[in-house]
């Protein structure tokens, strides 16, 4: 298995767009994270689904913003009407029942 | 609240050791856990500590005091590729998955 892949690596949009990110976990996890992170900061937690179950969703995260992971496998992160206050990176990490979170190289948005 | 601590950055020299510290307040306590992160990349795992005491790993090692809420990573003959963000995170009490992430620290090392 070769880890956690994340598509797009960039994506640039112009404010208002709606962008969809792809993420595909290590084979053998259950468990799949996304985070956000912007520069000079620690990962920012966004979702949270065990299976196919979207167990936890933040507060911080606006109604704009909607995730699925539809037969348990790849998941996607979509974000409608995008804001230049959206630009960061979004990362991608799955577990098995251990907790190390293993990421993916994450997708860097910049909003224009 | 929760809150983590670690120093914004810090300097070493290539071949010499440094400890990064790390302080925590959080509802809760389920482990402790070490990433590096190069610039522009994903955070990679170092190490997990969830009992008190030191934990080795090559020329990494962490230390976990659950009573001070306090924790450092130890990095021994230090290399120009450890120059990288340490990034701190702490496992909720009250969650098995969701971690609390301090800042980072950039460590600098010059030769």
């Known amino acids: 298995d070769t880890g956690v892949s994340q598509d797009p690596r960039h994506k640039i949009t112009k404010r208002g767009q709606n962008v969809t990110f792809r993420c595909d976990p290590i084979?053998?996890?259950?468990?799949l994270y996304w985070y956000r992170q912007t520069l000079g900061q620690g990962p920012e937690f966004l979702t949270y689904f065990q299976n196919e179950a979207q167990l936890e969703k933040s507060r911080l995260l606006s109604d704009r913003f909607s995730a699925e992971r539809p037969k348990g496998s790849f998941s996607t992160l979509e974000i409608q009407r995008t804001e230049q206050g959206d630009s960061a990176m979004y990362l991608c990490?799955?577990?098995?029942?251990?907790?190390?979170?293993?990421f993916g190289p994450g997708t860097r948005l910049t909003v224009t | 609240g929760q809150n983590i601590d670690q120093p914004t950055e810090m300097t070493a020299t290539e071949g010499a050791i440094v400890q990064i510290n790390c302080t925590y307040q959080t509802s809760g306590f389920n482990g402790l856990f070490w990433y590096q992160q190069h610039a522009g990349e994903a955070p990679t795992f170092l190490s997990y500590?969830?009992l008190d005491g030191l934990e080795e790993k090559g020329r990494f090692s962490s230390f976990l005091s659950r009573s001070k809420g306090y924790s450092y990573l130890l990095l021994k003959e230090l290399q120009m590729k450890d120059s990288a963000s340490y990034l701190c995170a702490v496992l909720r009490g009250d969650s098995n998955y969701q971690l609390i992430w301090g800042a980072g620290t950039k460590l600098i090392i010059k030769p």
């Open positions: 990490a799955s577990s098995s029942d251990r907790y190390e979170q293993y």
């Open positions: 084979s053998e996890h259950n468990r």
């Open positions: 500590n969830v």
